[in-house]
């Protein structure tokens, strides 16, 4: 009799996780059409959105040892226009067996139309939505989001998937383009005065194939896409932002060889001042590389040329700050987010700034200062030649 | 007559109240969009703010020691007046329950069961509910104990792992707000977060050392106010900005960790952990509904009332605001005032009437 009792209340426990789904909301993995990536594009002759969403044919994925190569492609893309992304998104429900299953999206790419368009409304969606998550990487394509996501990877068997996985890659390695999620972006959005970017990614062509390809930095004004910084201005942006991990620097030692000096790891931070009611930033740049490749014949593991190469190391970094900053204020765009560090150090001098901050941003004076070290210099110390 | 023949502990009582007040976690989010990245400071504001009207609570309690608010209103207050305010304390204490059950609820089918109907959620919540109500106030106690431990290692855990994403840079400027969205902020966390604990004045007398409630209500507060004080600071150094239009911050942040790839989407067990907090706050207040209309009424035992009070808070519930916009307004811009009559103004006539009766019970015993 006891035992009888416990035994129904543990089955009693087993049934309740029946109830965990709770209405509805119960939906197997065989009915779920995992998205991977979404493509955002504006259509040129109306007002409509159209979306593209990539979803995984997990049967293909996990056979993809066998064979090699050929056989069918392990995504299907999917394209609905509307007048919002949500209506459209739905839409796809009328051509697609599967209902689209958002948590696990990793790109979201917007059309260089969309971008130019404005971008909240068309990101409110990906917000809002309970099933939606922020920490996924957002990218303007530099034609449309529909043709970046066609384009076949080389390695990976998804495309979506190929792109964030290039992008974390990109960032530990080159450090040319800005990796920003979601969240990243809803916060420059919801800060009045700093400007919005997001990485540029372009399909380009090599013998005859297609290739998706990371190139330069979209920069937004509010939430309309204004202009662009190419590759050195990009990393400028994030030396001073300090998102700068790795990258390769091309510097010429004395005798004008080329060398190159692999950034190791980099700090970056920026103080803003007022003097006499003129805003001064101060940016401060501490980074730490190796030699990396010696392209000359001559040794330059002597004290004096590391010397010279961590100066000219230096002025290299600054001069990408510097181009960054002079294409910031050509475009009047914020980028760095100097105004909300001045909100933030002087909020009552800001509220009368605030409205005019467009007018001051290209008129502000930068200075830079890098401090540049050379640590290793790697498995030989002087070039394989006859000294 | 004792409705209730369970005794707690003292220290039973600090999880209690400690796991009663940790549900401020979810219904501090309609502080945010109004105090921005100051929330914090308005908390701390609330809390000094709530000292001396906890002191006035436990007063009331402490000098009709072993008697609860009920019984304590028909002497303090007279047989009419006393009965006028008892039913209007059941009322509230009611509101403030099915009030957290839809607050929850919303929170609940906004996030995680998308396609569940309100009722079939309400319905099952005041059921558990109802099943630790049936069971009594030593139960709910020690339930507590565990939900508090639970509660405070999620909540540590949550943190550590949230460490890499907090920049200090959120919280600047200090006191970019206007005086006005200021008090208005303190007023809602003062009203809807700290000042029901008034529920309390009816769980004391079932305490084993009734004279001593002050120093566990004071220290329970003090450790959930740090609590508090805690979860809004990683709050606000996590999202910055984007803290002012996020539905529920708390759950919101713990969606963001990411440890490389791996340490990732533990929201479900975020939202269990607050799913646990608000099931305590919603059986205190069931409790001492269905036990103050019971003293009320006069009747011999509370659990008559259990089930007919749980069916009309089902209902009542499942129904309560049209929208979910609306109970954001009325969270902001009603619910407080409404709050204050019961959790200030009522307490404070109870209190300015005893000192009276005190006053002229000394000075009839000198003309004697």
């Not at chain 1, 959005?189 to 090599?206: D, F």
């Not at chain 2, 100051?38 to 000098?63: C, E, H, N, Q, R």
């Not at chain 2, 952990?273 to 069931?286: D, N, Q, R």
Request: proline share 3%.
């Amino acid at each position: 009799m006891r035992i009888n009792k416990r035994l129904y209340k543990i089955a009693i426990c087993f049934l309740v996780i029946a109830l965990l789904s709770g209405c509805g909301t119960s939906r197997e993995l065989n009915e779920l059409g995992i998205v991977i990536g979404v493509g955002i594009d504006k259509e040129e002759e109306s007002d409509a959105v159209k979306i593209t969403t990539q979803v995984v044919k997990p049967g293909q994925v996990s056979s993809g040892g066998k064979g090699g190569g050929g056989g069918e492609e392990a995504y299907a893309n999917f394209e609905e226009t509307g007048r919002t992304v949500f209506a459209a998104i739905r839409g796809i429900a009328n051509k697609s067996s599967r209902k689209m299953y958002f948590p696990h999206n990793q790109v979201i790419i917007i059309g260089q139309n969309a971008a130019k368009d404005g971008v909240t409304k068309y990101l409110d969606f990906f917000m809002r939505d309970p099933e939606t998550r922020l920490n996924v990487y957002l990218l303007v394509a530099k034609d449309t989001a529909a043709e970046v996501l066609e384009t076949k990877s080389k390695l990976e068997r998804v495309p979506g998937n190929s792109i964030s996985l290039m992008l974390d890659s990109e960032a530990n390695a080159a450090s040319q383009a800005i990796d920003i999620r979601l969240r990243d972006f809803k916060e420059s959005l919801q800060l009045k005065t700093v400007a919005s970017v997001a990485p540029i990614i372009e399909v380009s062509e090599e013998n005859g194939k297609k290739t998706a390809t990371l190139n330069g930095t979209a920069v937004f004004k509010g939430d309309k896409m204004v202009g662009t910084l190419d590759k050195s201005e990009g990393r400028g942006l994030m030396w001073v932002l300090g998102k700068v991990k790795s990258g390769i620097i091309e510097v010429e030692c004395s005798n004008g060889n080329l060398v190159a000096l692999e950034t190791v790891r980099a700090k970056g931070e920026f103080s803003s001042e007022l003097v006499d009611g003129k805003v001064k930033i101060k940016v401060k740049i501490s980074e730490e590389g190796n030699i990396g490749e010696d392209a000359g014949t001559e040794d330059i593991s002597t004290l004096d040329e590391v010397a010279f190469l961590e100066q000219q190391n230096a002025d290299v970094i600054k001069s990408e700050v510097m181009a960054a900053v002079k294409k910031a204020e050509e475009l009047d765009a914020d980028i760095f987010g100097f105004g909300e560090s001045v909100h933030r150090k002087y909020p009552k001098e800001w509220t009368s700034m605030e409205d005019k901050w467009d007018e001051i941003f290209p008129t502000i004076e930068v200075e830079v200062e890098v401090e540049a070290k050379l640590r290793l210099m790697g498995r030989i110390n002087a070039p394989s030649v006859p000294q | 007559m004792k409705l209730e023949k369970g005794v707690i502990t003292n220290t039973q009582l600090i999880y209690l109240i400690l796991s009663f007040l940790e549900s401020m976690v979810i219904s501090i989010n309609f502080s945010y969009g109004i105090s921005k990245q100051d929330t914090w400071i308005a908390v701390l504001a609330a809390f000094v703010i709530t000292i001396p009207i906890m002191l006035g609570y436990t007063a009331i309690a402490k000098s009709y020691p072993g008697k609860n608010l009920i019984q304590i209103n028909d002497e303090a207050l007279g047989p009419y007046v006393g009965k006028l305010f008892s039913a209007l304390y059941i009322w509230f204490l009611f509101e403030l329950m099915i009030h957290y059950a839809y607050f929850f609820n919303s929170f609940w089918i906004t996030y995680i069961m998308t396609e569940t109907p309100r009722l079939v959620f309400v319905a099952i919540f005041i059921l558990v509910s109802a099943f630790a109500v049936w069971s009594g106030i030593e139960t709910i106690a020690r339930c507590s104990v565990i939900f508090t431990i639970i509660v405070s290692i999620t909540v540590v855990f949550v943190i550590s792992l949230l460490l890499k994403d907090m920049k200090i840079v959120h919280f600047l400027p200090i006191l970019d707000l206007t005086p006005k969205d200021f008090i208005q902020s303190v007023h809602i966390i003062l009203t809807i977060q700290f000042c029901d604990l008034i529920a309390f004045l009816m769980i004391f007398p079932y305490t084993k050392n009734n004279k001593a409630i002050r120093k566990p209500m004071l220290l329970a507060l003090c450790l959930s106010t740090l609590m508090l004080l805690i979860v809004v600071l990683v709050n606000t150094a996590v999202m910055g900005v984007r803290i002012t239009n996020t539905t529920s911050v708390s759950f919101a942040i713990t969606r963001e960790i990411d440890i490389g790839n791996v340490l990732t989407r533990l929201d479900v067990l975020v939202a269990l952990t607050l799913l646990a907090t608000v099931f305590m706050k919603v059986s205190v207040f069931y409790y001492t509904t269905v036990l103050g209309l019971a003293q009320l009424l006069g009747l011999r035992s509370y659990k008559p009332l259990i089930v007919p009070i749980g069916l009309i808070a089902i209902a009542i519930s499942a129904n309560l605001y049209p929208s979910d916009m609306e109970q954001v307004y009325a969270g902001r811009n009603i619910w407080p005032f409404n709050a204050m009559l019961f959790e200030i103004i009522l307490p404070l006539i109870t209190l300015i009437t005893i000192a009276l009766r005190n006053l002229f019970k000394d000075t009839g015993g000198e003309n004697e």
